[in-house]
């Protein structure tokens, strides 16, 4: 059975960070690439960040460039994304995506920044 669960989300102050977590599972983790995206209300899905399946190249919105960064544990069928200086805007469910062949969603975490 093919899972994806995100974990890491919650109540943030601006300016604070947060690191989300993707644990995959019942499928060859190692031969997909990574993307976390987001969602906010009203709002359509958006890419925040990928990574290759070996984390040699990773690519990143503009609008968290500098401020996210995506990483993965092949070992640990996990994908990371360390989320530093957010910001109000950042506010989202953020769903983490496999893909090689076909693809998998995760169920998504809730990040809030507020102070």
């Known amino acids: 059975q093919v899972q994806l669960v995100e974990s890491g989300g919650g109540l943030v102050q601006p300016g604070g960070s947060l690191r989300l977590s993707c644990v995959a599972s019942g499928f060859a983790f190692s031969s997909h690439a990574m993307s976390w995206y987001r969602q906010a209300p009203g709002k359509e899905r958006e890419l925040v960040a990928s990574i290759t399946s070996t984390g040699g190249t990773t690519n990143y919105a503009d609008s968290v460039k500098g401020r996210f960064t995506i990483s993965r544990d092949n070992a640990k069928n996990t994908a990371y994304l360390q989320m530093n200086s957010l910001k109000s805007e950042d506010t989202a469910v953020y769903y983490c995506?496999?893909?090689?062949?076909?693809?998998?969603w995760g169920q998504g975490t809730q990040v809030t920044v507020s102070s």
């Open positions: 995506k496999a893909q090689w062949l076909v693809y998998y």
